[in-house]
C-alpha cells in the first residue's frame, strides 16, 4: 500500500487516484482519511498514524476513558474525525475518568463476573434516561423492549467470543473496506499509553473481563506515543 502511494506521489497522479477511489463512490470520510495519513507521513515518517487505522490493544492495560465531548471540544471536530490525529499537548488525556466507573462498564462486570441479572444492575434505567435525550435512540434501542433484546443478545455475544477466544475485526463482522472505521475508539497517550475513547463499551467489557486484546480504531495519538504503535500493530 505504501509503495503504491509514493509511486503516485512520484508520478503526480495521487490526486486523481483518490478522488476516483473515493469521492467517485461518496466516500468523504476515506478522502479525509488519506489526506491525514500524508499529511503525518510528510511531517512524522511511515510509522506515523494512520486514519482509522487497526490497533490490537490490551484491556488491562486501558484504565481511563476520554468522554467524546472533551475530543470536540479540543480537537475542534467531530471525535471519530480526529482519528489519527497527532496531539503535542498532554490535555486532553490529562481529562481522562476511570473506565470502570462508566455505568456500562460496570454493569457488565455485574451481569458477567458477579452474575447479577441485567435487570437488576441498572443499565435498564441508564439506557432509558439517554434514549429520553437522543432523539434516534441508542445503540439501535428506542424502548424498553429494545434494551432487553439488546442485552439479550450481548449475552449471545458474550458466550461467542469466550468460545472462540478472539474478537473479530471490523472487517469480519460487517465486511467493512476502510480499516477498522467504526470500531472501539482508543486515543493513545504520552508514551503509548492507551484511553478508550468511546464507541463499543460492550465489547471492550467483553474483552476486559475475558482478557483477550481487541480491535479497535486508533483515535488521537500524542507525539510521544508513535514510536509505541509498532506494538499497536501487532494483530
Same mark, same amino acid.
Given at each position: ?22 469521492? &467517485?463512490?461518496?466516500? @468523504?470520510?476515506?478522502?479525509?482519511? $488519506? ?13 506515523? =498514524?494512520?486514519?482509522?487505522? *487497526? ?12 468522554? &467524546? ?9 467531530? =471525535? ?18 476511570? !473506565? ?6 460496570? *454493569?457488565?462486570?455485574?451481569?458477567? %463476573? ?11 434505567? /441508564? ?12 445503540? &439501535? ?6 434494551? %432487553?433484546?439488546? /442485552? ?18 471490523? $472487517? ?12 472501539? $475508539? !482508543? ?5 503509548? @499509553? ?19 486484546? /481487541? ?11 508513535? =514510536?509505541?504503535?509498532?506494538? /499497536?500493530? @501487532? &494483530?
Amino acid at each position: 500500500m505504501l509503495n503504491k502511494v509514493a509511486k503516485h506521489v512520484k508520478q503526480g497522479t495521487l490526486a486523481n487516484t483518490v478522488y476516483k477511489k473515493t469521492i &467517485g463512490k461518496g466516500k @468523504k470520510r476515506i478522502i479525509t482519511g $488519506y489526506k491525514r495519513d500524508l499529511y503525518n507521513i510528510s511531517r512524522y515518517g511511515w510509522t506515523a =498514524p494512520r486514519f482509522a487505522e *487497526c490497533v490490537w490493544v490490551n484491556p488491562h492495560n486501558c484504565n481511563m476513558f476520554i468522554p &467524546g465531548d472533551i475530543i470536540r471540544e479540543f480537537c475542534g471536530i467531530a =471525535p471519530r474525525a480526529a482519528s489519527g490525529m497527532v496531539l503535542r499537548s498532554s490535555w486532553p488525556f490529562e481529562q481522562a475518568l476511570q !473506565i470502570t466507573e462508566h455505568p456500562k462498564i460496570k *454493569c457488565c462486570i455485574d451481569h458477567w %463476573v458477579n452474575s447479577i441479572p441485567w435487570e437488576k444492575t441498572g443499565v435498564y434505567e /441508564y439506557m432509558e434516561k439517554l434514549i429520553e435525550q437522543r432523539r434516534n435512540g441508542v445503540d &439501535g434501542c428506542k424502548n424498553k423492549e429494545d434494551i %432487553v433484546r439488546r /442485552y439479550e443478545e450481548l449475552d449471545l455475544i458474550f458466550e461467542q467470543i469466550k468460545k472462540e477466544g478472539r474478537m473479530k475485526t471490523r $472487517y469480519e463482522l460487517t465486511n467493512s473496506n476502510f480499516r477498522e472505521m467504526g470500531g472501539p $475508539y !482508543i486515543h493513545i497517550g504520552r508514551d503509548g @499509553k492507551p484511553f478508550f475513547g468511546g464507541g463499543g463499551f460492550h465489547r471492550f467489557a467483553i474483552a476486559h473481563i475475558l482478557q483477550i486484546p /481487541y480491535p479497535a480504531q486508533i483515535g488521537c495519538v500524542h507525539v510521544s506515543a508513535i =514510536p509505541y504503535l509498532k506494538e /499497536y500493530r @501487532k &494483530g
